[in-house]
């Protein structure tokens, strides 16, 4: 079964310095991934997706994320944090059906 | 264009009781998917529907019911709610179709609380 792990619930950075979201995905097969998030009494917004052409992918706000197969990670980061960065961040996998599974979630605060 | 919408946003019911949401989609969009978010739990598929069918559904009870209508709005019901039914219920629709996979786009919620 598909399954994504996101490592770390809670991750704090220091405004300007780099975010780091982990994720791994458990697949014989590599799926579309994906990074959402939410802010505070909201719904989910799409960060990015990766779908099988590039490996790197750039989403909105500044952030990316890198596919590696090898490690079956898909990890989202952002050179520079942002007081507007805080919120809680979901990576997602897609395989086959259309059924999103999604992880735990990963809350990001940002340190003034 | 305008986003996803669910009504209601907030909704406070006694165990026992049932509850109706809605969901009204992005125009365009034939598929609605709903999910069930708490904090033990995170967020959890409940099912999907694309015009008028379910076309998935997640672990639940059959407690949990849901449809579509022609014009896409999506409602889901919880009969014989229980206090463990407390979350926030996100409805998300997306456009199916080559490049579009996965990309759903989510309402803000209804909060759902069962006292």
């Known amino acids: 079964a598909q399954s994504v792990t996101q490592l770390g619930s809670h991750v704090s950075v220091s405004e300007g310095a780099l975010v780091l979201l982990r994720c791994n995905y458990s697949?014989?097969?590599?799926?579309?991934l994906f990074w959402y998030v939410q802010y505070p009494n909201q719904g989910l917004q799409l960060l990015l997706k990766?779908?099988?052409?590039?490996?790197l992918v750039k989403g909105i706000n500044g952030f990316e994320a890198e596919f590696k197969k090898s490690e079956t990670s898909f990890h989202l980061t952002k050179p520079s944090a942002h007081m507007s960065d805080a919120a809680e961040y979901f990576c997602a996998v897609l395989y086959g059906n259309e059924k999103l599974t999604f992880g735990t979630g990963t809350r990001l605060t940002i340190i003034p | 264009k305008a986003g996803v919408t669910q009504t209601p946003r907030y909704l406070i019911k006694t165990r026992g009781q049932q509850v109706t949401l809605s969901c009204s989609p992005i125009s365009g969009h034939r598929s609605v998917s709903w999910y069930q978010q708490t904090p033990g739990q995170g967020l959890q598929f409940l099912f999907e529907?694309?015009?008028?069918?379910?076309?998935n559904k997640g672990n639940f009870p059959g407690r949990f019911s849901g449809r579509q209508f022609s014009n896409s709005r999506s409602e889901m019901n919880v009969s014989t709610l229980e206090l463990g039914d407390s979350a926030l219920y996100l409805c998300?629709?997306?456009?199916?179709?080559?490049?579009?996979?996965?990309?759903?786009?989510f309402g803000p919620g209804t909060r759902l609380t069962v006292t």
């Open positions: 990766y779908t099988s052409a590039a490996t």
């Open positions: 697949s014989s097969v590599p799926p579309y």
């Open positions: 998300a629709s997306s456009l199916t179709g080559q490049g579009r996979v996965g990309e759903q786009y």
């Open positions: 529907y694309f015009s008028e069918t379910q076309r």
